[in-house]
């Protein structure tokens, strides 16, 4: 009988000094995640709605219209009263990001023109092969190479950089 009671009491001795010596507890952990939850809720309400995403493109192929897709972008916006807010978003790449979609058939001689929300400081156009590969770059749109042709437009503005990506099927 002696044996029984001195095995559960060391037995309750460890468990009292497990539990005691423990630096982490259920409260103190749900009081921290209150906080953090409470500093977000307090921010003015037109920040927490507005994302920042950079300009919009528009790519005009003789007389149609491609939105190309947004690719990796890095954007922030400085709300001039000491705030600001950023992102960096990361994607495939180019020829990954278009290889579902139709590609519209062109001639080489068909005119090209970008028209950005918000025109960039400078930008570049990159040519891809399915590959992942860069196979030219230039300072201006310039339709080039036969069957499909993957385009990217990096962008330069004050604020960051943005890649943009479309397709054409040049014959």
Not at 31 to 48: H, T, Y
Not at 136 to 144: C, D, P, R, T
Request: glycine letters at 8%; one cysteine or more.
């Amino acid at each position: 009988m002696n044996f029984r009671f001195l095995f559960l009491a060391l037995i309750l001795i460890g468990l009292s000094l497990i539990m005691g010596c423990s630096e982490i507890s259920d409260t103190s952990e749900k009081a921290d995640n209150d906080s953090e939850i409470k500093e977000v809720s307090n921010l003015d309400a037109s920040l927490k709605d507005a994302i920042p995403k950079p300009p919009s493109l528009t790519v005009f192929v003789g007389e149609k219209t491609i939105r190309p897709s947004l690719g990796t972008y890095s954007w922030s916006v400085d709300y001039g009263d000491g705030t600001a807010s950023g992102i960096e978003a990361d994607s495939f790449a180019p020829p990954e990001l278009v290889k579902g979609s139709r590609s519209m058939q062109v001639t080489a001689d068909t005119p090209i023109e970008l028209v950005f929300g918000e025109q960039p400081e400078s930008y570049i156009v990159r040519i891809w092969d399915n590959d992942n590969n860069v196979v030219n770059s230039s300072k201006e749109g310039v339709l080039s190479g036969k069957g499909k042709t993957v385009y990217e437009v990096l962008a330069h503005w004050e604020q960051g950089t943005a890649s943009y990506v479309f397709s054409l099927d040049v014959e």
